[in-house]
Antibody, heavy 120, light 108 residues
């Protein structure tokens, strides 16, 4: 069974940093791309970032480019999102999601339950 | 950026009725890169359809997807009580990947 468990969220002041983690299990982690998607309270889904299986291809939404950094550790089956210079508009539930394929241009077939980040 | 516009914003239907949801892209999207998700309150999204028309694992056949170019459709043939939720389309061919704003399917 595929499981994705996010951690690291919480309340943070504007301008500060936070690092999200996602522990994956139940599949061959290093065969698939991984992504972060966020959802502001009461709003829709926003794709944040994706990383290919081998870290060769990385992409970001314009809203976070230059502030957020995605990374992965295939030996630890883990995905990360380093978030710097946080703004109030970054407040959201952050989902870790598995790509259906190895590249970043792929739908997302499994999702974690989300981790709340509040910037205030 | 490819903008996806979903319509209607809210669809009010009764169980057993047919639901038709639309997703229109601001520029052509390869069918291979168009997906649909379902999200229920307090839950993570779930992949329903990928490649515009292929059902994801475990998705019942009352869900079907169609379309090409800039116009895509998700059809729910006969609504079950558990189908009342918010549905999002997503394109994963352009950068950034984008979602539509969602269609809420509510009980009439």
């Amino acid at each position: 069974e595929v499981q994705l468990l996010e951690s690291g969220g919480g309340l943070v002041q504007p301008g500060r940093s936070l690092r999200l983690s996602c522990a994956a299990s139940g599949f061959n982690f290093d065969d698939y791309s991984m992504h972060w998607v966020r959802q502001a309270p009461g709003k829709g889904l926003e794709w944040v970032s994706g990383i290919s299986w081998n870290t060769k291809y990385i992409d970001y939404a314009d809203s976070v480019k230059g502030r957020f950094t995605i990374s992965r550790d295939n030996a630890k089956n883990s995905l990360y999102l380093q978030m710097n210079s946080l703004r109030a508009e970054d407040t959201a539930l952050y989902y870790c999601a598995k790509g259906k394929g190895s590249g970043t241009y792929t739908p997302l077939d499994y999702w974690g339950q989300g981790n709340l980040v509040t910037v205030s | 950026e490819i903008v996806l516009t979903q319509s209607p914003g809210t669809l009010s239907l009764s169980p057993g009725e047919r639901g038709t949801l639309s997703c229109r892209a601001s520029q052509s999207v390869s069918s291979s890169y168009l997906a649909w998700y379902q999200q229920k309150p307090g839950q993570a999204p779930r992949l329903l359809i990928y490649g515009a028309s292929s059902r994801a694992t475990g998705i019942p056949d009352r869900f079907s997807g169609s379309g090409s170019g800039t116009d895509f459709t998700l059809t729910i043939s006969r609504l079950e009580p558990e189908d009342f939720a918010v549905y999002y389309c997503q394109q994963c061919s352009g950068s950034p990947r984008t979602f539509g704003q969602g269609t809420r399917v509510e009980i009439k």
